[in-house]
């Protein structure tokens, strides 16, 4: 059987591989040490030795030259966790170790977070939850929303999170305006997103969710200016990264618009300082970073690992494989 190892951090393991996921990892494999954290690793790296392959997770070792030389059977590693930047290095490529994670297993609750918060938002929800709050009173009918129906929701960046949530959004009258610049207008129309500017996205959206991945390019990418540009009563998501958003340009904007709503799952820094306007803005609703998985959601990346791990034994293509070529453009 294929030697193997979990290593990865031990107060997350048991819920990234519950019991019935190490089972079917176990039945056709030899887990041949109890589950080990990096730094057990690092204090006896000979360990490793005999692994063919590695299940991890958050807290995953990084694959550099030290321990891939310690490791000369290794062939594969299975990451029940989303980004691999801290995991991978030159190293890793040279080796042509096969790599694959689980970035779209923790995209699903993302993507079903942001549909509850666009349908919500649609319903002008948040704003009549903080005017009843305020008044004490129900506002008259007819209310003035846009709904779902005919409504439009712009999408920046139809990465993992952003292709799931146009595809939950597709039961819905909905129309879906895009930015994304590594996208070409024929993906995006199976996608049925009609690709447009990004500022254009913010001017014609009654919600927009941010998708970006945080890269260098995309840091500080969302400004005074977009936010500037919204209809009337619009909201924002993002439960992509803080620092991908201009933050002060933002509170600056939702300051002078209290008609915005801004439901922001990630900040910058996270959570905000103390002193951050963002507690105190009515219009502004803070989660802490809950849209990932957690809890029991997080049993579906073990899960993915081990349907990956058995198309590797089969000598199947992996479904999530990571390759070098897209990895810069990769959260």
């Known amino acids: 059987m294929v030697k193997g190892l979990y290593i990865m951090n031990q107060d997350t393991f048991d819920i990234v591989y519950p019991e019935q996921v190490r089972k079917g990892i176990e039945a056709i494999s030899d887990i041949y040490r109890p589950p080990m954290t990096n ?10 030795k005999e692994v063919e392959v590695i299940f991890s997770g958050w807290g995953g070792p ?20 989303g980004s691999l930047k801290n995991i991978v290095t030159e190293a890793t490529w040279n080796r042509n170790l096969l790599m694959t994670n689980a970035v779209r297993a923790n995209a699903i609750p993302v993507a079903e977070f942001t549909l509850s918060q666009i349908l919500f938002c649609l319903k002008n929800g948040w704003a009549y939850t903080r005017s009843i709050r ?10 003035n929303i846009p709904g779902a129906f005919g409504s439009t929701v712009g999408i920046v960046s139809l990465s993992t999170v952003g292709r799931i949530v146009c595809e939950l959004l597709k039961p819905f009258d909905i129309n879906i305006i895009g930015y994304d610049p590594y996208i070409s207008d024929e993906e995006a129309k199976q996608l049925g997103v009609e690709l447009c500017s990004l500022e254009e ?17 995309t840091e ?3 400004t005074k200016e977009h936010f500037s540009v919204m209809p009337p009563n619009s909201s924002f998501i993002n439960t992509s990264r803080g620092a991908i958003v201009r ?32 507690y105190q803005l009515e219009n502004v609703v803070l989660t802490p970073h809950l849209a990932g998985s957690e809890g029991d959601e997080c049993g579906r990346m073990g899960y993915y ?17 990571v390759k070098k070529e897209l990895f810069n453009i990769l959260a």
Do not use: C
């Open 220 to 222: 500080g990418m969302i």
């Open 62 to 81: 990084k694959l550099d030259q030290a321990l891939l030389d310690a490791a000369p059977n290794l062939k594969a590693f299975f990451y029940a966790a």
């Open 247 to 278: 933050e002060p340009e933002m509170i600056e904007v939702l300051q002078d618009r209290p008609d915005i709503t801004a439901v922001l799952d990630v900040t910058f820094p996270e959570p905000p300082s103390q002193d951050s306007p963002l």
């Open 201 to 217: 996205t913010f001017k014609r959206s009654d919600v927009v969710s941010l998708h970006a991945p945080l890269l260098k390019e």
């Open 39 to 48: 730094q057990q690793i690092q204090q006896d790296i000979s360990i490793l």
């Open 305 to 321: 690992m081990l349907e990956e791990f058995k198309r590797y034994l089969n000598g199947e293509p992996l479904q999530w494989q």
């Open 134 to 143: 305020k008044t004490k009173q129900f506002p008259q009918k007819p209310f």
